[in-house]
């Protein structure tokens, strides 16, 4: 098992321009979150899937910001335009979520490291 | 609000010396709780959960958390640490209504293993 595989792991990037990351989650995985990791802010979940579907997505910072899950093993997160408070690292975590909680949990991908000048 | 603390930002730990990491919670029903590791440019992987049941829960890598619903709080301990041990640690917690991956994370603290 190759685990939640992330793309790019660095992308630097000028204000303004758009930007695409990439999240392949574990196969057979059903559940599907974006979090976003900044010194200011810590970890926040962005957005979250269930079976392709986007469940929650309160925690979206503006406009700027979608996410797409068109199969159950690609997901991206997109921010255009891009601005240089959108610089943080960005994970993608993946779980099979069931009836119930006890035996699941949650694998996250390395990371995407996003750096907007 | 939901919330989940860490008053530790750094701690300092000798190896071999025993660790000790606080995490407190205020949600209006006891969460799903949990610990979290996150190595420099690596993402986070699960030490440990609290769903229900005993409270003194085992993790990996010789970790240990204890759920006190008296006093909110789900510390993490390790008896005698290792310098792999070094790394920032995270409590974080899921509402009950939520689904569990909805995690809410504390601020994080870092731990520097000295020898």
């Known amino acids: 098992d190759a685990g939640v595989i992330q793309s790019p792991r660095h992308e630097v990037t000028e204000m303004g321009q758009e930007v695409t990351l990439r999240c392949k989650p574990i196969s057979g995985h059903n559940s599907l979150f974006w979090y976003r990791q900044t010194m200011m802010r810590g970890l926040e979940l962005l957005i979250y899937f269930n079976n392709n579907v986007p469940i929650d997505d309160s925690g979206m910072p503006e406009d700027r910001f979608s996410a797409k899950m068109p199969n159950a093993s690609f997901s991206t997160l997109k921010i255009q335009p891009s601005e240089p408070r959108d610089s943080a690292v960005y994970f993608c975590a993946s779980s099979y979520l069931g009836q119930t909680a006890t035996n699941e949990k949650l694998f996250f991908g390395s990371g995407t490291q996003l750096s907007v000048l | 609000a939901q919330s989940v603390t860490q008053p530790d930002i750094h701690i300092t730990v000798s190896e071999g010396a025993s660790l000790e990491l606080r995490c407190n919670y205020s949600?209006?029903?006891?969460?799903?709780l949990f610990w979290y590791v996150q190595s420099p440019g690596q993402g986070l992987q699960l030490l440990l959960k609290y769903f229900s049941g005993d409270t003194l829960v085992q993790g990996i890598k010789g970790f240990e958390a204890e759920f006190k619903r008296s006093q909110s709080s789900f510390n993490l301990r390790k008896p005698s640490v290792h310098w792999s041990d070094a790394a920032e640690y995270f409590c974080a917690a899921s509402g009950l209504t939520d689904s569990w991956g909805k995690l809410q994370f504390g601020a994080g603290t870092q731990v520097v293993v000295t020898p």
């Open positions: 949600y209006g029903a006891t969460p799903y």
